[in-house]
């Protein structure tokens, strides 16, 4: 729990224990659990693109390479040395960068696996759940008064043209997704009074 | 090609001659050999070959001669007629083709000194075609298929005759150029330059490796020479520019299910493993790093296809393939409209492809009258999915042809249907369906039914269903017309009914039903009753009252809610009127005299709407005196009555039923049946198998109703549910007699048929459990089928023996339970007469004897037992002083002590017990507990007495825990002289309130063998000990009337002490009793019932 003024508000990456306001203590709370939950649907959405992906994809010891996404990189440990905020904000635009990607990946599922409907429909809402999520992430960095900075560009969309790399490249965004979201609840907890911050 | 060579001969070879001819062939293969050497060194051309590649010229070449120079010219001259010559630098030279035939040709080295002309003779058939080399015009590549496309010039021109030609084409693979197809394509040549184009598809992508094609060809004319294949073309190549990135190819290809493919992988590093889903696979090594992987017999993808994946040191590179089939012809195509706007065509896919998304099946739906189409991109359907097209219809066109095709990536099929679409009706779900009364029988429906069917009639099916009946289907034909509603009436139905419509329709040219309408129900309006309540009448018993009975109208012939009844009484003198009775009630009872006067009674039901006509019947009832009473038996709840027809019934007969256990008056419901009838059958729910019931047949009258039958019945007979209750009516040694009662009706349950009696020996505790229906051969049975029987005498028994008794009763339902008895007969009293008189005579014949032997040597028995003693008194020798007994303290011998006396006298006093006599004795003491508590089934009569019992307890502490009680019983022998029949608890009989013999102390009896010391302990303490083992006694006694209770452990038998015994004590004045002549006194006991002296 951080206990501070409004003053230390103004300057968030300063120092992140500082004291927040009820509002905003609540804010982080919500988004913390939401960041929580979606930890939870990412993971299960993994196991299902993989399960409708055929061999090798789920089997044992199958590791592909993890090629860059355009538009989208992986949580580093270059990270940790940043303020909460700025970790904050990368989150925030991975995950919009996560929700078009994802859109992708659904589309080209749609055309791969047209009778899987409960995969297409996690894709669609796991779109949605990144949208919502770096959403609320750019409401609790307004309130910190670490806003994202200006417009994030939609990232170029990866030129997967055979199936194969389509569901490789889905492989990649579905673990991406859940590599963000999950760093995404640890720098939240950081906020959270009792957290590990 | 054979050459014919000729020379000049040099003049000194002429010059030379021999004589012998041997010497002549020596000299000519000497000659010979010479000359060719001769012109091997100083050259003349020969080797002459002529070819041709167009047939119109020739190209001749000959071998220059040794030594001869470049620049060296020949004359070449066809010694032909004209001769003509031509003269060249080289060693070849073109002419003009030659006729068939022999020609001279020389060869002639100009200005070379020396060298010497050849001449050399060639015909057509030395000559060889041999076509130009071919040259390819272009060879491209499709690399998405794999397909390499070649494309020549034949130069057709330059041969003036059609000639077939033989092209063969090689195809060469990798940088290496390993031949890996050749072919063979067959054209023909026409005269003209014609550009040919051929394909071929590598199993192996382009992309993967180089491929290399080079062509030849063969004409294949009529030509006499020597015919060959032309030179190769010149090699051309397709190479695919790889871009940086490492590919597999070929990429998301569909393939049929079951054939061969082959991947590549064109990488820049070394591929270290592929496989196809989880199956690795062999490595083909390609030019470079490439490889590929050959899959044979594919098996069929799943929705996302097959996953080839090569799997390189720092990549993972991979392509899908999509295996599946072709799409099946579609099946069960059918077309038809709702609404003769639109045409719905559905068909059934067939067999699955197994390719789904961008590969799934398309289908395209044209009609080739009108040439219109409508295309169907596939959603995605499951397996034996319906799939549908909407075609709208064209103004004016009846007949349509259809035709489905089906296609996707792996090949297409269709199927075809002609149909003429106003055959093809289907209405949809009529709407907005509503009911109106008409009247109470007819009411209105109306349905509106969207479509536009003013060109046909529609057929329309109304169901029509009541509570409790089937549904009638009534069909009614209506003109089409466009989006309307439609109205019909429907009649025939019945007042105060409720009804529940729907309706559905179809073309008049039926094809199909629509769907059902909803479902309405409608209540139809009441009507006057149709007919009057069914009735009947019953007087009471005095005559003095008619109870006038009627059935509720039935829904169908009541045409509404009956409110009430009206009841009037009409005689040749008067009409009564009863006042107005509401329904439910259905009966009225009015007072009238049965003898005075005959009325006729009249029912009437009313309604809302209004009254029945009345319903009519004769209070008279017409003796009958030649009545008797039947015995019927009915079936499955059902009875049948017959009668023989009579003419004198003029009206209905009518049948009446009732219960016989139940009261008056005897009514339980009645059936009308038509005067031409003659039987009838009785039904009801209400019979009930093993009940008399009693049915009554009338007959009916002008005046009034006869009885003409009177039955007894069940529908079904059963067993009877309890036995006849029976007693023993007398007793004696030999015979038994018994009497039985009647069985209750409502418990005999079927008409009586008889009586089982069964007896055999046995008491109760060992036939208790014995079944008399076993078929032993020692129970005697007895069946009574005549039923008024009520007694029985069963002769030829055995004396003093007890018998089981057992009479059962029997309907044609079975056999009933079964009520037993014991009985004893009697003993025989000559016998025992016997047994007491021949034991008397013999003891008072010895006592006579002996006495008169020891009167007469009385004498000597006086000397020889009690001779005479001296009195030592008299004796001086053994004189004492006197009182010595009075405490004198000095010694004295053979002095007797008269101040100890040792002996007990024992008084008994007689009772004033009444005479005793007994038949049999049952101790309480030897009933077992266990055997007393059981409660017995039967009624198990033992003739005897038991007469009080005098019980006296000695207290001893340590033998009450340890012994039963002692006990000495006496029975009074005369009450067993009057027989009795008794259930068996009344038998038990109290031992407190016995009374009698009293022994002097009890004697302790052992229980268990565990207690024997305590037993012994007690015996040493005991004042009085018996002079023997009382365990070691017999227990049975050979003439105790109860010598078979073998088991008893406490009962003892002849003890000498008389300790726990059962004895007769015979009075000493038994001779006097009245009935001293009966069983159970033994003549043993006569003698151990004397007192132990």
């Known amino acids: 729990m951080l206990n501070s003024t409004n003053s230390h508000r103004k300057d968030p990456q300063a120092d992140s224990s500082v004291s927040l306001l009820p509002h905003l203590e609540a804010k982080i709370r919500q988004t913390h659990s939401l960041a929580r939950l979606l930890t939870k649907y990412a993971e299960q959405l993994l196991q299902e693109y993989v399960q409708h992906q055929g061999d090798p994809f789920g089997q044992p010891g199958f590791s592909p390479p993890r090629l860059p996404v355009a538009g989208l990189s992986a949580p ?5 040395g940043l303020p909460v905020p700025e970790r904050l904000r990368l989150d925030a635009a991975a995950l919009a960068a996560l929700a078009a990607l994802l859109e992708l990946v659904r589309r080209r599922q749609a055309e791969l696996n047209p009778r899987a409907p409960r995969l297409l429909r996690r894709l669609e ?8 999520l770096g959403a609320a992430l750019d409401t609790v960095l307004a309130a910190l008064g670490a806003a994202a900075r200006g417009p994030r560009p939609e990232p170029p969309a990866p030129a997967a043209a055979g199936a194969f790399p389509a ?9 991406l997704l859940r590599d963000w979201v999950s760093r995404t609840e640890g720098d939240l907890g950081q906020l959270v009074p009792g957290g590990p911050g | 090609m054979d050459i014919y060579l000729s020379w000049r001969r040099p003049s000194w070879m002429r010059m030379r001659t021999t004589s012998g001819v041997r010497w002549l062939l020596a000299t000519f293969i000497l000659l010979y050999l010479m000359n060719q050497v001769n012109s091997q060194e100083r050259g003349a051309s020969h080797h002459l070959k002529c070819t041709t590649n167009n047939l119109q010229t020739w190209d001749c070449s000959w071998r220059a001669p040794l030594g001869a120079g470049r620049g060296t010219l020949y004359e070449v001259c066809v010694e032909d007629r004209p001769r003509f010559c031509y003269q060249s630098e080289k060693t070849n030279i073109n002419i003009p083709a030659l006729s068939p035939g022999d020609h001279e040709i020389t060869v002639n080295p100009l200005h070379e000194f020396g060298y010497s002309m050849s001449k050399l003779i060639i015909n057509e058939k030395d000559v060889s075609l041999i076509p130009s080399t071919p040259e390819i015009l272009n060879l491209s590549a499709d690399f998405s298929t794999s397909t390499l496309y070649l494309k020549w010039n034949d130069k057709g021109s330059i041969f003036s005759n059609h000639s077939n030609v033989i092209w063969e084409i090689k195809i060469l693979r990798k940088e290496s150029m390993e031949l890996i197809k050749s072919v063979r394509y067959n054209t023909t040549l026409n005269g003209k330059d014609t550009v040919h184009h051929w394909s071929w598809t590598s199993d192996l992508p382009l992309e993967c490796a180089v491929h290399h094609l080079a062509i030849r060809y063969y004409i294949d004319c009529l030509f006499p020479g020597h015919k060959e294949w032309s030179a190769w073309s010149p090699v051309k190549n397709i190479s695919w520019i790889p871009d940086s990135q490492n590919r597999v190819y070929p990429q998301d290809k569909v393939i049929l299910v079951g054939s061969d493919i082959t991947f590549c ?11 196809i889903g989880q199956k690795k696979c062999p490595l083909i090594h390609l030019d470079g790093e490439n490889v590929a992987i050959k899959i044979h017999n594919i098996s069929v993808s799943a929705n996302s296809g097959t996953n080839v994946v090569f799997i390189t040191e720092r990549d993972m590179l991979g392509t899908v393939v999509f295996a599946g089939y072709p799409p099946d012809r579609p099946q069960k195509l059918t077309c038809e409209t709702h609404d003769l706007k639109a045409i719905v065509c559905r068909w059934n896919p067939g067999r699955p492809t197994a390719l789904v998304g961008p590969r799934n099946t398309s289908y395209n739906l044209s009609e080739s009258f009108s040439g219109k189409y409508v295309r169907f991109q596939g959603v995605e359907a499951f397996m034996n999915e319906s799939y549908q097209l909407l075609f709208q219809m064209l103004p004016n066109q009846e007949i349509y042809n259809f035709t489905l095709n089906a296609h996707n990536p792996l090949g297409w099929s ?11 009706v289907s209405p949809h779900t009529p709407t907005s369906f509503r009911v109106k009364d008409i009247n109470s029988t007819a009411v209105t429906l109306s349905w509106h039914l969207p479509g536009n069917f003013t060109k046909i009639n529609l057929l329309c099916q109304v169901a029509i269903k009541k509570a409790n009946s089937i549904q009638e289907p009534r069909n009614i034909t209506v003109k089409g017309a466009e989006s309307s509603s439609y109205l019909v009436a429907v009649n025939k139905l019945n007042p105060y009914t409720i009804y529940t419509f729907r309706i559905r329709c179809s073309s008049e040219t039926f094809w199909k039903w629509s769907k059902w309408s ?12 149709s007919k009057g309540p069914d009735t009947w009448r019953e007087w009471s018993s005095d005559g003095k009252n008619l109870i006038v009975y009627w059935k509720p109208l039935p829904i169908n012939e009541a045409n509404g809610k009956i409110l009430s009844y009206n009841v009037s009484c009409s005689s040749d003198e008067e009409t009564q009127s009863l006042s107005e009775i509401l329904d439910p009630q259905h009966k009225a009872e009015i007072q009238l005299d049965k003898d005075k006067n005959d009325y006729i009674i009249s029912v009437v039901a009313k309604n809302s709407v209004g009254s029945s006509p009345p319903s009519k019947i004769a209070s008279m009832e017409i003796p009958n005196d030649n009545l008797k009473v039947e015995q019927a038996v009915g079936m499955e709840k059902r009875i049948v009555l017959t009668w023989h027809p009579d003419p004198n019934m003029t009206c209905d007969y009518v049948v009446k039923w009732c219960n016989l256990s139940h009261s008056e008056p005897c009514l339980m419901d009645w059936r009308k049946v038509p005067s031409n009838s003659t039987e009838t059958v009785i039904e009801s729910d209400q019979f009930l198998p093993g009940v008399r019931y009693h049915f009554f047949l009338y007959g009916c009258r002008n005046q009034g109703y006869q009885l003409l039958r009177s039955i007894v019945g069940y529908i079904e007979e059963l067993a009877p549910i309890v036995a006849p209750n029976f007693t023993v009516e007398d007793t004696s040694a030999d015979s038994i007699l018994v009497k039985w009662e009647n069985i209750p009706v409502d418990q005999l349950r079927g008409f009586l048929r008889g009586y089982l009696f069964y007896f055999e020996k046995g008491e109760r505790d060992t036939s208790k459990m014995r079944d008399f229906d076993s078929g032993r051969s020692d129970i005697k049975v007895k069946n009574i089928t005549d039923i008024s029987q009520k007694t029985l005498r069963i002769a030829d028994l055995q004396g003093k023996t007890s018998y089981r008794l057992v009479l059962r009763a029997y309907t044609d339902g079975g056999m009933g339970p079964e009520k037993s008895m014991f009985v004893v007969t009697k003993e025989n009293s000559v016998g025992l007469i016997i047994a007491i008189l021949i034991p008397v005579a013999v003891a008072v014949l010895v006592g006579v004897v002996t006495s008169i ?18 009195n030592p008194e008299n004796c001086k020798a053994l004189q004492f002083q006197k009182s010595v007994c009075e405490g004198t303290s000095a010694p004295k011998t053979l002095e007797m002590n008269p101040c100890t006396p040792n002996n007990v006298e024992v008084l008994e006093t007689r009772s004033t017990l009444p005479k005793i006599e007994d038949t049999e004795i049952i101790s309480p003491i030897a009933e077992r507990p266990e055997e007393s508590s059981d409660a017995e089934p039967e009624n198990h009569v033992v003739v005897s007495y038991c007469p009080p019992i005098i019980e006296e307890e000695i207290p001893n502490p340590a033998a009450d825990e340890a012994v039963g009680t002692s006990q000495v019983i006496y029975i009074d022998i005369q009450s067993m002289y009057q027989p009795q029949a008794k259930p068996d608890e009344e038998q038990e009989v109290d031992p407190a309130v016995g009374a009698g013999y009293k022994p002097q102390m009890r004697l302790p009896i052992q229980l268990a063998v565990g207690e024997t010391a305590a037993e012994e302990d007690l015996d040493k303490t005991a004042g009085y000990r018996p002079q023997a083992n009382v365990n070691a006694w017999n227990l049975v006694s050979p003439d105790s009337p109860r010598s078979t209770d073998s088991n008893s452990e406490i009962v003892s038998f002849g003890s000498p002490c008389s300790i726990n015994s059962r004895q007769f004590l015979i009075p000493p004045r038994d001779e006097d009793s009245p009935k001293s002549n009966g069983g159970g006194w033994s003549f043993t006991n006569f003698f151990q019932n ?3 002296d």
Request: charged share 25%; with cysteine.
């Open chain 2, 414 to 424: 269709e199927s075809t249907l002609l149909v003429n679409i106003t055959e093809r």
């Open chain 2, 518 to 529: 909803i479902e309405k129900q409608h209540l139809t309006t009441e009507a006057i009753p």
């Open chain 1, 167 to 175: 569901k490789l490249l889905g492989l990649r965004v579905c673990g």
């Open chain 2, 853 to 870: 032997l020891c009167y007469r040597k009385r004498e000597w028995i006086k000397e020889t037992f009690y001779p005479d003693i001296p």
């Open chain 2, 1090 to 1092: 004397k007192p132990n």
């Open chain 1, 76 to 80: 580093g440990p270059s990270h940790a």
């Open chain 1, 125 to 132: 809402d796991a779109g949605r759940q990144a949208r919502a």
């Open chain 2, 265 to 275: 992988c064109v990488s820049q590093e070394k591929v270290l493993l592929a496989q």
